[in-house]
């Protein structure tokens, strides 16, 4: 008789434990240092490619990209992020409402404030 067939969520799951174990050898401070410099390659790599039109450093762009993400998928394995903690603030007793009354929620682009402002379109300007 044939043994029962694997599902493909088993076969998932073997294969990423299999992907985690080729990563064990590495010391954490190794695991960063080939994050930064698989980055670094990336860009340098990518910008040559775009500079001289070179398909190669593409291919090797996007490799060390891929092997960069892999390295990071590592260490958030390693070190996994603690969902739900949030940072509360003890000293402040006021009440939500009061506080959403002068919260600002400015619009940002590339880290300049824009202030937005509703006035008719025909209207004259101050000033």
């Not at 073997?14 to 994050?35: C, H, K, N, Y």
């Not at 998928?73 to 603030?89: A, N, Q």
Request: hydrophobic share 50%; with cysteine; net charge negative.
């Amino acid at each position: 008789m044939e043994s029962p067939r694997p599902s493909l969520r088993e076969l998932l799951a073997e294969a990423g434990r299999r992907f985690f174990t080729i990563f064990a050898p590495f010391s954490d401070l190794q695991v960063v240092w080939a994050i930064r410099i698989l980055t670094l390659s990336a860009l340098v790599l990518f910008v040559a490619c775009l500079a001289f039109l070179n398909f190669p450093a593409f291919a090797a762009s996007l490799a060390c990209a891929i092997w960069a993400y892999l390295f990071t998928r590592e260490d958030v394995h390693r070190h996994p992020v603690e969902v739900g903690i949030t940072e509360v603030r003890a000293e402040d007793d006021r009440m939500p409402e009061e506080v959403e009354e002068e919260a600002i929620y400015p619009v940002q682009a590339a880290g300049i404030p824009f202030s937005m402002e509703k006035r008719s379109r025909w209207a004259r300007r101050k000033g």
